[in-house]
Each structure stands twice: as structure tokens, then as C-alpha cells.
């Protein structure tokens, strides 16, 4: 493995509430290469979110430890995307994708980074489009191309696609593949879409939550597409996770 972007090692996060204790997930071990895309998958309420806002430093972890690189300027080392783009409607695409650069931290990019940016992440085109003239997959982009723009070590996406229609789904897949060898990208994707984790992803980790951390995970980073492999790991996936996700999750211990 080569440079560490991040590591959490026996990591557990466990919410107060009015009803008690909720333990989001416990005994997490996960460390992520700096290049390498890992997708996380796991049922709902598994702690996907929780894992990623903790990784971004936006919460921390109850027990264990998290090992993130600083930026020597004190920039975040993570920006994150949502399933919605939350564009600020008053602004066109090209001030939206600026807004990463007026926090103070970011003041050494210059703006033409912006138009740069956009070129390269083929949205030149939609730079003076306001946000209501963009359909789903366009925002999305756009959203993507704002947290790119601070040039984050770490880019941490939460169901990033999830809204959008199954074409435009792919289309910002194939899209998110190239612009990730294009950034030399370290990126981790929660989904819940089984195919979109392998054909992302370099590794597959499958987190299950509550008293248990990630329980199995798979490197796919080598396997073509009509790899046997793939398809093996594939049926695995979606024998254990899809079906009935808590009890087949729970055989299962790499
Ligand atoms: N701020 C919070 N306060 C209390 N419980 C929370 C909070 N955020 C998340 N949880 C709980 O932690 C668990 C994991 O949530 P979350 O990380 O959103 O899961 P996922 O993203 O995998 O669906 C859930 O049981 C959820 O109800
Ligand atoms: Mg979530």
C-alpha cells in the first residue's frame, strides 16, 4: 500500500439520545491509500454518513483512533458531497464552483483554477448557467467540481448519484472514473448500488454497523470487466448484502 490517506483503527462512534446509547458502528478498521478509491457499502443506518463526516473532522470518533494527514496550511484534508448539490440558486456555475475559494485558507488558488477546472471536468460549456437551468446530473457535476476546486486530499462522496435517473447515473459514473485518473483522486463512495461500488471502486468494503465495523472487503482494482472474478464478487455482494442485509451480512468475516 502506498502513502496513507487516512487510517481508523478500532474505531467507534456511539450518539447519545433520549432513548439511550446508539452505537453507530464498533472495532471499524479501515485505512485508505492515497490514489485509491474504496466504495462503502452497508444497509441504512449502518454509519456510512457517520464515517464520512468523522473522516472530514465534521464529528469524531467515541473510541479508537483516526489517522488523517494535515494539510500544513490548515486546510480540511477531506471535502465532502451530498446526495443533493445544494447549489446557491443566486450564483451561476462558475461562482458556485469559486465559493470552495473565498474561504480565507483558500486564497492561493487563483480563480482561472475555476475555469480550468471546469474545462477539464467538461463543464466549460455550462460556466454562466445558473442553477435552475441545470438538470440533476449537471448539479451534481457541478457540486463535485466546487469541492474539487480546493484541491482536498481526500474527496469523500455519500450517495453522490443516488438521485439521479439510471442513465444519467452511468453517465456520471464513467464520468467520475475518468475524472479520477485525470486528479489522481483518493475518493471513498458510500452507495448502496452494488455494481456502481465495483465498477468504481479499487476495493469493495461492506460495513455493517452496530457492534461490528467493515466485516469483508474485496479488491477488485486489477479486474476487467468480464473478469470471472468480478462477477464472483459481484454474486457474493448481492447474496450477503442485498437479500437480507443484517443476517447475511453477519456470516460473513473476511
Ligand atoms: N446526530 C445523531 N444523533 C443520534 N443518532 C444518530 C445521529 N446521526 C446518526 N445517528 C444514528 O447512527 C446510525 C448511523 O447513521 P448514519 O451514519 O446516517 O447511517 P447510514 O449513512 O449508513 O445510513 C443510525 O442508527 C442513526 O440513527
Ligand atoms: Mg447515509
Redesign the pocket.
Given at each position: 500500500m502506498g502513502t496513507l490517506a487516512f487510517a481508523v483503527t478500532g474505531g467507534a462512534k456511539i450518539?447519545d439520545?433520549p432513548s439511550g446509547p446508539?452505537t453507530?458502528f464498533r472495532d471499524l478498521d479501515l485505512e485508505v491509500a492515497r490514489g485509491e478509491v474504496v466504495s462503502l457499502l452497508?444497509p441504512?443506518?449502518?454509519?456510512?454518513?457517520?464515517?464520512l463526516r468523522i473522516v472530514a473532522g465534521l464529528d469524531h470518533l467515541s473510541e479508537g483512533e483516526l489517522d488523517v494527514p494535515k494539510r500544513p496550511d490548515g486546510r480540511a484534508a477531506a471535502g465532502i458531497v451530498f446526495q443533493d448539490a445544494h447549489l446557491l440558486p443566486w450564483l451561476d456555475v462558475r461562482e458556485n464552483v469559486g465559493l470552495g475559494l473565498r474561504y480565507r485558507a483558500n486564497r492561493g488558488i487563483g480563480s482561472s483554477e475555476v475555469d480550468r477546472l471546469l474545462e477539464v471536468l467538461g463543464l466549460a460549456a455550462l460556466a454562466d448557467a445558473m442553477p435552475r437551468e441545470l438538470s440533476g446530473g449537471q448539479a451534481q457535476r457541478v457540486a463535485i467540481a466546487r469541492t474539487i476546486v480546493t484541491a482536498p486530499p481526500l474527496l469523500l462522496l455519500d450517495e453522490p448519484f443516488a438521485a439521479l435517473d439510471p442513465l444519467t447515473r452511468r453517465t456520471l459514473q464513467d464520468w467520475l472514473r475518468d475524472i479520477r485518473s485525470l486528479l489522481d483522486l483518493t475518493v471513498v463512495l458510500?452507495t448502496h448500488d452494488v455494481d456502481e461500488a465495483l465498477h468504481l471502486g479499487d476495493r469493495v468494503a461492506l460495513?455493517r454497523?452496530g457492534d461490528r465495523g467493515i466485516t469483508a472487503t474485496w479488491d477488485v482494482a486489477e479486474l476487467d470487466r468480464d473478469d470471472a472474478a468480478l462477477g464472483d464478487a459481484r454474486r457474493e455482494l448481492l447474496d450477503r448484502y442485498a437479500t437480507d442485509p443484517l443476517a447475511q451480512i453477519d456470516g460473513l468475516v473476511a
Amino acid at each position: 500500500m502506498g502513502t496513507l490517506a487516512f487510517a481508523v483503527t478500532g474505531g467507534a462512534k456511539i450518539y447519545d439520545s433520549p432513548s439511550g446509547p446508539i452505537t453507530a458502528f464498533r472495532d471499524l478498521d479501515l485505512e485508505v491509500a492515497r490514489g485509491e478509491v474504496v466504495s462503502l457499502l452497508g444497509p441504512s443506518g449502518c454509519g456510512k454518513s457517520t464515517l464520512l463526516r468523522i473522516v472530514a473532522g465534521l464529528d469524531h470518533l467515541s473510541e479508537g483512533e483516526l489517522d488523517v494527514p494535515k494539510r500544513p496550511d490548515g486546510r480540511a484534508a477531506a471535502g465532502i458531497v451530498f446526495q443533493d448539490a445544494h447549489l446557491l440558486p443566486w450564483l451561476d456555475v462558475r461562482e458556485n464552483v469559486g465559493l470552495g475559494l473565498r474561504y480565507r485558507a483558500n486564497r492561493g488558488i487563483g480563480s482561472s483554477e475555476v475555469d480550468r477546472l471546469l474545462e477539464v471536468l467538461g463543464l466549460a460549456a455550462l460556466a454562466d448557467a445558473m442553477p435552475r437551468e441545470l438538470s440533476g446530473g449537471q448539479a451534481q457535476r457541478v457540486a463535485i467540481a466546487r469541492t474539487i476546486v480546493t484541491a482536498p486530499p481526500l474527496l469523500l462522496l455519500d450517495e453522490p448519484f443516488a438521485a439521479l435517473d439510471p442513465l444519467t447515473r452511468r453517465t456520471l459514473q464513467d464520468w467520475l472514473r475518468d475524472i479520477r485518473s485525470l486528479l489522481d483522486l483518493t475518493v471513498v463512495l458510500v452507495t448502496h448500488d452494488v455494481d456502481e461500488a465495483l465498477h468504481l471502486g479499487d476495493r469493495v468494503a461492506l460495513l455493517r454497523g452496530g457492534d461490528r465495523g467493515i466485516t469483508a472487503t474485496w479488491d477488485v482494482a486489477e479486474l476487467d470487466r468480464d473478469d470471472a472474478a468480478l462477477g464472483d464478487a459481484r454474486r457474493e455482494l448481492l447474496d450477503r448484502y442485498a437479500t437480507d442485509p443484517l443476517a447475511q451480512i453477519d456470516g460473513l468475516v473476511a
